[in-house]
């Protein structure tokens, strides 16, 4: 009995276990999906054209990286799901194995020949004794003997209870199996023609290599003048707090944006990073290197920019037709550009997940509503995915 206990404790563990692993990977492919969704309602906001864009690449590509993802998802769970089926029959198998046992035990206990005898006749056996100790120890037995009848009787039946939730639980994971296996198929099917258009778009784009180029440098061009007006002013504020002590509340705000690195809330809520930090090779031509001073972060028209953690308004600025915005949180700041609208002005304390300003959603790129976020430490420049929370 003790020996079953403790299987049904550790059976009882492991289920917990696949129950929670099963229950994350599903809202994780709930997340894919939502994002899936957001991709693909960035791409009706594009312009009303057939034509290939590299915006339209870049959303088709976030799609299928999540697609990707989630596929993958799906897959552990039905691996994870045909796991715990096996470990619910070897655990079903055993449990039939020790009811048998039990109903055996107690089917020869029933035919003890000492025990058919007090069945005939228990006041007989009693009043048979010799002495009355002996009648004390028959009655003693007796009860003991009644114990450890009920208390079979009620093993068996709680084996038999057992028996009944692993077979419940093996229908509820084989449904759960046949809805992931079916989702995988829709996603397949789905990857599948995304990766067909993204070949086609890719042929497209290919052929407007020369205005496309073009673009890109009037971008390069856009966005080197910005990051010039950006360390400017920057490396002016730095330069005017380097030479005074930092205040008590500056102090405490640096710290709790420095305990906060890899855990900062999005300046936007919902989207992507369409742009990383750094030097990397561009979306569709491989020989063209882009040079990224932060990261870029798309979203859907008319969403706005927040801030990632309190702080204080130090700049607001018009350039190439948006606004840029610089938040100093002690020694730290951070910058939102590509703003269309303003919802602060300088010398405004904000509060983190605070409204800053709609982002511009740009006609001249496919309608891409687009926001370039930095962070610095005093002059020196940082990598704002390693400060964003996953």
């Excluded at 791409?43 to 993958?72: D, R, Y």
């Excluded at 290919?206 to 490396?235: P, R, V, Y």
């Excluded at 969403?303 to 702080?311: C, K, L, N």
């Excluded at 204080?312 to 190439?320: A, H, K, R």
Aim: with cysteine; aromatic share 6%.
């Amino acid at each position: 009995m003790k020996r079953l206990l403790t299987y049904c404790l550790i059976t009882l563990c492991a289920i917990n276990l696949c129950a929670q692993s099963v229950k994350t990977l599903q809202k994780q492919q709930r997340e894919l999906k939502q994002q899936i969704e957001q991709t693909n309602k960035m791409l009706q906001q594009t312009k009303k054209s057939e034509s290939a864009t590299v915006n339209k690449l870049q959303l088709l590509n976030q799609n299928i990286s999540n697609q990707k993802k989630l596929i993958s998802n799906l897959d552990k769970e039905i691996t994870t799901l045909n796991t715990e089926m096996e470990g619910l029959n070897r655990r079903r198998d055993t449990l039939e194995r020790d009811l048998a046992a039990l109903k055996a035990d107690y089917a020869k206990m029933v035919r003890e020949s000492h025990y058919a005898q007090l069945q005939q006749s228990p006041l007989l056996f009693l009043l048979s004794s010799d002495s009355f100790q002996q009648l004390v120890r028959r009655i003693r037995y007796m009860q003991q003997f009644a114990q450890y009848r009920r208390q079979q009787a009620a093993r068996i039946e709680g084996v038999k209870l057992e028996i009944e939730q692993q077979d419940k639980q093996l229908r509820e994971h084989k449904q759960d199996k046949q809805q992931a296996l079916k989702k995988q198929k829709r996603e397949q099917e789905s990857l599948a023609r995304d990766e067909r258009k993204q070949q086609q778009m890719l042929k497209d784009l290919k052929k407007k290599e020369k205005d496309l180029l073009a673009q890109l440098k009037k971008q390069q061009k856009k966005a080197d003048e910005l990051n010039k007006k950006i360390t400017s002013l920057i490396e002016k504020q730095a330069q005017a707090q380097s030479k005074t002590t930092l205040t008590k509340e500056q102090q405490l705000v640096a710290g709790g944006f420095e305990q906060n690195k890899g855990k900062l809330p999005w300046p936007i809520e919902k989207g992507f990073i369409s742009g990383t930090f750094g030097k990397h090779q561009h979306p569709v031509y491989k020989d063209v290197t882009v040079d990224n001073k932060g990261i870029y972060l798309q979203t859907t028209a008319g969403a706005t920019a927040r801030a990632v953690f309190e702080g204080e308004v130090t700049s607001c600025f018009l350039m190439s037709g948006s606004y840029a915005v610089i938040v100093a949180h002690g020694n730290y700041r951070s910058v939102y550009a590509g703003l269309s609208r303003l919802n602060v002005k300088q010398g405004d304390k904000l509060t983190a997940k605070q409204k800053i300003g709609t982002i511009y959603s740009d006609p001249e790129q496919d309608n891409k509503t687009e926001l370039f976020f930095q962070i610095w430490k005093d002059k020196t420049i940082l990598n704002p995915s390693n400060w964003l929370a996953n």
